[in-house]
Protein backbone atom coordinates (compact mmCIF):
# COMPACT_ATOMS: atom_id res chain seq x y z
CA UNK A 1 0.00 0.00 0.00
CA UNK A 2 1.39 3.69 -0.30
CA UNK A 3 3.09 5.02 2.93
CA UNK A 4 1.56 8.25 3.86
CA UNK A 5 3.85 8.53 6.54
CA UNK A 6 6.82 8.58 3.79
CA UNK A 7 5.40 11.84 2.06
CA UNK A 8 5.11 13.94 5.28
CA UNK A 9 8.92 12.87 5.91
CA UNK A 10 9.74 15.00 3.12
CA UNK A 11 8.74 18.03 4.62
CA UNK A 12 9.62 16.81 8.38
CA UNK A 13 13.26 16.12 7.24
CA UNK A 14 14.43 19.43 7.30
CA UNK A 15 13.96 19.78 10.79
CA UNK A 16 17.47 18.58 11.49
CA UNK A 17 19.26 20.52 8.67
CA UNK A 18 18.46 24.11 9.66
CA UNK A 19 15.54 24.40 8.60
CA UNK A 20 16.62 23.92 5.18
CA UNK A 21 14.35 22.17 2.24
CA UNK A 22 14.36 19.02 0.83
CA UNK A 23 16.14 18.99 -2.35
CA UNK A 24 14.45 15.65 -3.59
CA UNK A 25 12.20 13.42 -2.31
CA UNK A 26 10.77 10.65 -4.56
CA UNK A 27 6.69 10.72 -3.17
CA UNK A 28 6.90 14.56 -2.81
CA UNK A 29 7.77 14.25 -7.16
CA UNK A 30 5.08 11.48 -7.16
CA UNK A 31 2.35 13.18 -6.16
CA UNK A 32 3.43 16.18 -8.71
CA UNK A 33 3.82 13.60 -11.88
CA UNK A 34 0.25 12.61 -10.63
CA UNK A 35 -1.22 15.57 -9.95
CA UNK A 36 -0.14 16.57 -13.70
CA UNK A 37 -1.53 13.27 -14.84
CA UNK A 38 -5.30 14.21 -13.30
CA UNK A 39 -4.64 11.71 -11.05
CA UNK A 40 -5.27 11.89 -7.53
CA UNK A 41 -2.41 11.17 -4.40
CA UNK A 42 -2.22 8.70 -2.50
CA UNK A 43 -3.16 6.09 -4.22
CA UNK A 44 -5.85 4.11 -3.11
CA UNK A 45 -5.24 0.48 -4.84
CA UNK A 46 -2.13 -1.52 -3.68
CA UNK A 47 -1.69 -2.46 -7.66
CA UNK A 48 -2.33 0.45 -9.19
CA UNK A 49 0.21 2.38 -6.89
CA UNK A 50 2.83 0.07 -7.87
CA UNK A 51 1.81 0.24 -11.53
CA UNK A 52 2.04 4.11 -11.47
CA UNK A 53 5.38 3.73 -9.55
CA UNK A 54 6.27 1.65 -11.97
CA UNK A 55 5.52 3.36 -14.79
CA UNK A 56 6.76 6.70 -13.22
CA UNK A 57 10.31 5.72 -12.79
CA UNK A 58 10.31 3.73 -15.99
CA UNK A 59 13.28 4.23 -18.85
CA UNK A 60 12.20 7.51 -20.88
CA UNK A 61 10.33 6.69 -24.18
CA UNK A 62 8.79 8.91 -26.32
CA UNK A 63 5.17 8.82 -24.48
CA UNK A 64 6.29 12.34 -22.31
CA UNK A 65 4.42 10.80 -19.41
CA UNK A 66 6.53 7.48 -18.81
CA UNK A 67 9.94 8.13 -17.05
CA UNK A 68 9.74 11.28 -15.13
CA UNK A 69 11.03 9.84 -12.75
CA UNK A 70 13.38 7.92 -14.09
CA UNK A 71 15.96 10.35 -12.62
CA UNK A 72 16.07 8.62 -9.45
CA UNK A 73 16.55 5.40 -10.66
CA UNK A 74 19.92 6.78 -12.33
CA UNK A 75 21.07 9.08 -9.81
CA UNK A 76 20.06 5.54 -7.49
CA UNK A 77 18.19 7.90 -5.38
CA UNK A 78 15.68 4.69 -5.55
CA UNK A 79 15.49 1.20 -6.74
CA UNK A 80 13.00 -1.48 -7.80
CA UNK A 81 12.64 -4.89 -8.96
CA UNK A 82 11.40 -5.94 -11.83
CA UNK A 83 8.10 -5.31 -13.35
CA UNK A 84 5.36 -6.11 -11.46
CA UNK A 85 7.26 -5.97 -8.14
CA UNK A 86 5.99 -4.39 -4.80
CA UNK A 87 8.97 -3.47 -3.14
CA UNK A 88 11.29 -0.51 -3.63
CA UNK A 89 13.75 1.76 -1.74
CA UNK A 90 14.37 5.53 -1.82
CA UNK A 91 16.61 8.18 -0.36
CA UNK A 92 15.38 11.70 0.35
CA UNK A 93 17.71 14.10 -0.48
CA UNK A 94 17.91 17.33 1.65
CA UNK A 95 20.24 19.96 1.24
CA UNK A 96 23.46 20.04 2.98
CA UNK A 97 24.43 22.82 5.36
CA UNK A 98 28.18 21.37 5.19
CA UNK A 99 30.81 22.15 2.91
CA UNK A 100 31.84 18.31 1.90
CA UNK A 101 35.43 20.25 0.49
CA UNK A 102 35.87 21.24 3.96
CA UNK A 103 37.09 19.37 7.12
CA UNK A 104 34.88 20.04 10.49
CA UNK A 105 35.37 19.63 13.30
CA UNK A 106 33.60 17.01 15.97
CA UNK A 107 32.34 19.52 17.92
CA UNK A 108 30.96 21.34 14.59
CA UNK A 109 29.20 17.99 13.45
CA UNK A 110 27.73 16.79 16.81
CA UNK A 111 24.55 18.89 16.88
CA UNK A 112 23.54 17.87 13.25
CA UNK A 113 24.75 14.31 13.93
CA UNK A 114 22.10 14.47 17.18
CA UNK A 115 19.36 15.91 15.44
CA UNK A 116 19.72 13.56 12.44
CA UNK A 117 19.47 10.22 14.96
CA UNK A 118 16.65 11.44 16.79
CA UNK A 119 14.63 12.07 13.76
CA UNK A 120 15.49 8.81 12.16
CA UNK A 121 14.42 7.54 15.69
CA UNK A 122 11.43 8.92 15.63
CA UNK A 123 10.49 8.29 11.97
CA UNK A 124 11.11 4.30 12.76
CA UNK A 125 8.43 4.59 15.38
CA UNK A 126 5.92 6.07 13.16
CA UNK A 127 6.65 3.63 10.39
CA UNK A 128 4.08 1.01 8.93
CA UNK A 129 5.20 -2.44 9.80
CA UNK A 130 4.95 -3.46 5.72
CA UNK A 131 8.52 -0.75 5.41
CA UNK A 132 11.71 -1.32 6.15
CA UNK A 133 13.54 0.88 8.76
CA UNK A 134 14.57 4.78 7.87
CA UNK A 135 18.11 6.04 8.37
CA UNK A 136 19.82 9.04 8.13
CA UNK A 137 23.13 9.21 6.08
CA UNK A 138 25.08 12.04 4.28
CA UNK A 139 26.55 11.70 0.73
CA UNK A 140 29.82 13.62 1.91
CA UNK A 141 30.42 10.97 4.45
CA UNK A 142 30.67 13.55 6.67
CA UNK A 143 29.09 11.76 9.33
CA UNK A 144 31.42 8.78 9.26
CA UNK A 145 34.25 11.17 9.18
CA UNK A 146 32.90 12.47 12.70
CA UNK A 147 33.38 9.32 13.72
CA UNK A 148 37.13 8.61 12.59
CA UNK A 149 38.13 11.82 13.97
CA UNK A 150 36.62 10.86 17.30
CA UNK A 151 38.92 7.72 17.04
CA UNK A 152 41.68 9.68 15.78
CA UNK A 153 41.11 11.96 19.33
CA UNK A 154 40.97 8.95 22.01
CA UNK A 155 43.72 6.87 19.91
CA UNK A 156 46.14 10.15 20.41
CA UNK A 157 45.66 11.06 23.94
CA UNK A 158 46.27 7.23 24.82
CA UNK A 159 48.92 7.03 22.19
CA UNK A 160 50.98 10.51 23.78
CA UNK A 161 49.85 9.10 27.73
CA UNK A 162 51.46 5.76 26.64
CA UNK A 163 54.88 7.19 25.12
CA UNK A 164 55.00 9.17 28.04
CA UNK A 165 55.00 6.45 31.00
CA UNK A 166 57.76 4.74 28.61
CA UNK A 167 59.64 7.93 28.66
CA UNK A 168 59.02 8.01 32.25
CA UNK A 169 60.35 4.35 32.75
CA UNK A 170 63.45 4.44 30.37
CA UNK A 171 64.29 7.53 31.96
CA UNK A 172 64.53 5.90 35.37
CA UNK A 173 66.65 2.92 33.88
CA UNK A 174 68.97 4.28 31.60
CA UNK A 175 69.59 7.93 34.01
CA UNK A 176 69.74 5.53 37.54
CA UNK A 177 68.73 8.48 39.29
CA UNK A 178 64.94 8.89 40.13
CA UNK A 179 65.21 12.68 40.93
CA UNK A 180 66.81 13.39 37.74
CA UNK A 181 64.45 11.24 35.96
CA UNK A 182 61.87 13.21 37.19
CA UNK A 183 63.04 16.23 36.54
CA UNK A 184 63.83 15.50 33.19
CA UNK A 185 60.30 13.86 32.44
CA UNK A 186 58.31 16.55 33.54
CA UNK A 187 60.59 18.85 31.47
CA UNK A 188 59.65 16.51 28.57
CA UNK A 189 55.80 17.10 29.54
CA UNK A 190 56.04 20.86 29.13
CA UNK A 191 57.17 20.42 25.96
CA UNK A 192 54.90 17.89 24.98
CA UNK A 193 51.96 20.56 26.16
CA UNK A 194 53.34 23.67 24.45
CA UNK A 195 53.57 21.21 21.22
CA UNK A 196 50.07 20.75 21.57
CA UNK A 197 49.09 23.85 22.33
CA UNK A 198 50.83 25.23 19.14
CA UNK A 199 48.23 22.85 17.36
CA UNK A 200 45.13 24.14 18.64
CA UNK A 201 47.02 28.20 18.29
CA UNK A 202 47.16 27.16 14.58
CA UNK A 203 43.51 25.82 14.66
CA UNK A 204 44.31 22.35 13.16
CA UNK A 205 41.89 19.83 13.66
CA UNK A 206 42.99 16.56 15.11
CA UNK A 207 43.32 14.04 12.00
CA UNK A 208 46.15 11.29 10.86
CA UNK A 209 48.72 14.14 10.17
CA UNK A 210 48.10 15.79 13.63
CA UNK A 211 47.80 12.31 15.27
CA UNK A 212 51.01 10.82 14.43
CA UNK A 213 52.74 14.20 15.00
CA UNK A 214 51.35 14.73 18.45
CA UNK A 215 52.53 10.92 19.12
CA UNK A 216 56.44 11.13 18.08
CA UNK A 217 56.42 14.43 20.00
CA UNK A 218 57.38 12.41 23.08
CA UNK A 219 60.57 10.61 21.60
CA UNK A 220 61.93 14.04 20.22
CA UNK A 221 61.77 15.45 23.59
CA UNK A 222 63.29 12.64 25.11
CA UNK A 223 66.71 12.67 22.67
CA UNK A 224 67.31 16.13 23.70
CA UNK A 225 66.98 16.31 27.42
CA UNK A 226 68.13 12.57 28.67
CA UNK A 227 71.73 14.20 27.19
CA UNK A 228 71.63 16.60 29.66
CA UNK A 229 70.51 13.95 32.19
CA UNK A 230 73.11 11.33 31.17
CA UNK A 231 76.20 14.13 31.27
CA UNK A 232 74.69 15.60 34.60
CA UNK A 233 74.21 11.85 36.62
CA UNK A 234 78.13 10.74 34.97
CA UNK A 235 79.91 13.91 36.12
CA UNK A 236 82.71 13.64 38.42
CA UNK A 237 81.34 16.90 40.51
CA UNK A 238 79.73 16.57 43.74
CA UNK A 239 77.74 19.70 43.74
CA UNK A 240 74.92 20.92 41.68
CA UNK A 241 76.44 24.11 40.02
CA UNK A 242 79.90 22.03 39.57
CA UNK A 243 77.65 18.94 37.24
CA UNK A 244 75.43 21.33 35.22
CA UNK A 245 78.09 23.64 34.18
CA UNK A 246 79.52 20.08 33.39
CA UNK A 247 76.71 19.18 31.12
CA UNK A 248 76.21 22.15 29.68
CA UNK A 249 79.99 22.76 28.29
CA UNK A 250 80.12 19.02 27.07
CA UNK A 251 76.66 17.88 25.58
CA UNK A 252 75.28 22.04 25.14
CA UNK A 253 77.38 22.67 21.90
CA UNK A 254 76.15 19.02 20.73
CA UNK A 255 72.70 19.32 21.78
CA UNK A 256 72.41 22.71 19.71
CA UNK A 257 74.02 21.55 16.67
CA UNK A 258 71.77 18.98 16.63
CA UNK A 259 68.85 21.27 16.62
CA UNK A 260 69.84 23.95 14.16
CA UNK A 261 70.33 20.89 11.97
CA UNK A 262 67.31 19.50 12.45
CA UNK A 263 65.65 23.14 11.95
CA UNK A 264 67.37 23.55 8.70
CA UNK A 265 65.96 20.86 6.61
CA UNK A 266 62.61 21.21 8.32
CA UNK A 267 62.59 24.88 7.04
CA UNK A 268 62.32 23.52 3.66
CA UNK A 269 58.92 21.24 3.80
CA UNK A 270 57.58 24.73 4.52
CA UNK A 271 57.97 25.07 0.66
CA UNK A 272 56.09 22.21 -0.39
CA UNK A 273 52.13 22.34 -1.31
CA UNK A 274 51.30 18.78 0.02
CA UNK A 275 49.46 19.32 3.49
CA UNK A 276 51.09 16.81 5.77
CA UNK A 277 54.64 17.77 4.72
CA UNK A 278 53.90 21.61 5.18
CA UNK A 279 52.50 20.07 8.50
CA UNK A 280 55.19 17.95 9.56
CA UNK A 281 57.70 20.96 8.60
CA UNK A 282 55.74 23.72 11.24
CA UNK A 283 55.52 20.92 13.49
CA UNK A 284 59.27 19.89 13.59
CA UNK A 285 60.47 23.64 13.87
CA UNK A 286 58.10 23.83 16.58
CA UNK A 287 59.00 20.97 18.68
CA UNK A 288 62.45 21.42 18.19
CA UNK A 289 62.48 25.25 19.09
CA UNK A 290 60.57 24.20 22.35
CA UNK A 291 62.98 21.63 22.93
CA UNK A 292 65.96 23.98 23.25
CA UNK A 293 63.79 25.86 25.42
CA UNK A 294 63.01 23.18 27.76
CA UNK A 295 66.02 21.91 27.61
CA UNK A 296 68.53 25.00 28.05
CA UNK A 297 66.49 26.87 30.50
CA UNK A 298 63.59 24.57 32.03
CA UNK A 299 65.56 22.08 32.72
CA UNK A 300 69.03 23.33 33.55
CA UNK A 301 67.18 25.62 36.06
CA UNK A 302 65.53 22.84 37.71
CA UNK A 303 68.71 20.80 37.85
CA UNK A 304 70.42 24.10 39.47
CA UNK A 305 67.51 24.53 42.17
CA UNK A 306 66.42 20.81 42.65
CA UNK A 307 69.22 18.49 41.17
CA UNK A 308 70.55 15.80 43.20
CA UNK A 309 74.48 15.95 44.61
CA UNK A 310 76.34 13.19 45.09
CA UNK A 311 74.36 10.22 44.70
CA UNK A 312 71.41 11.51 46.18
CA UNK A 313 68.68 9.37 44.16
CA UNK A 314 70.75 7.13 42.64
CA UNK A 315 69.19 3.47 41.92
CA UNK A 316 73.19 2.05 42.02
CA UNK A 317 74.16 3.99 45.16
CA UNK A 318 70.78 2.21 46.87
CA UNK A 319 71.41 -0.66 45.65
CA UNK A 320 74.59 -1.16 47.02
CA UNK A 321 73.44 0.25 50.01
CA UNK A 322 71.06 -2.26 50.72
CA UNK A 323 73.42 -4.66 49.57
CA UNK A 324 75.85 -3.46 52.41
CA UNK A 325 73.15 -3.24 54.93
CA UNK A 326 72.06 -6.69 53.95
CA UNK A 327 76.19 -7.66 54.32
CA UNK A 328 76.13 -6.19 57.87
CA UNK A 329 72.93 -8.41 58.74
CA UNK A 330 74.65 -11.84 57.97
CA UNK A 331 77.66 -11.19 59.03
CA UNK A 332 76.04 -9.68 62.61
CA UNK A 333 74.15 -13.19 62.93
CA UNK A 334 76.60 -14.92 62.19
CA UNK A 335 78.91 -13.57 64.59
CA UNK A 336 76.12 -14.15 66.70
CA UNK A 337 75.95 -17.25 66.17
CA UNK A 338 79.37 -18.42 66.82
CA UNK A 339 79.64 -16.43 70.01
CA UNK A 340 76.65 -18.44 71.37
CA UNK A 341 78.09 -22.19 70.09
CA UNK A 342 81.55 -20.79 71.80
CA UNK A 343 79.54 -20.15 75.50
CA UNK A 344 78.01 -23.34 74.86
CA UNK A 345 80.80 -25.25 75.00
CA UNK A 346 82.79 -23.52 77.80
CA UNK A 347 79.52 -24.37 79.99
CA UNK A 348 79.94 -27.93 79.49
CA UNK A 349 83.87 -28.14 80.02
Given at each position: ???????????????????????????????????????????????????????????????????????????????????????????????????????????????????????????????????????????????????????????????????????????????????????????????????????????????????????????????YIVHYAL???????????????????????????????????????????????????????????????????????????????????????????????????????????????????????
Amino acid sequence: LPLPPTFHICFQGADFINDKTIKHCLMKDFKSWLNENSLSFPVEDSDDFWEKMHEYLAAPTTDDSTGAGYDYVRRKLTKMGHAGSKRMYFLISSVETFNPTLFYAVPTVRSSHAAANAFETERNADKPDEATNFFVTTSSGLFTSMRMQQAYISSTFSGVLMALGLALGSLVLFIGNLVTAFLAFLSICSVVCCTLGLMVMLDWQIGPIEAICATIVVGFSVDYIVHYALSYTEAPECTRVGRLTRALVDVGISVLSGAITTMGASAFLLATRVQFLFKFGVFMLGTVAFFILAANFLFASLMAILGPERDFGSLSASLRRARNCRKSVEEGASAGARGSGQSGHYATS
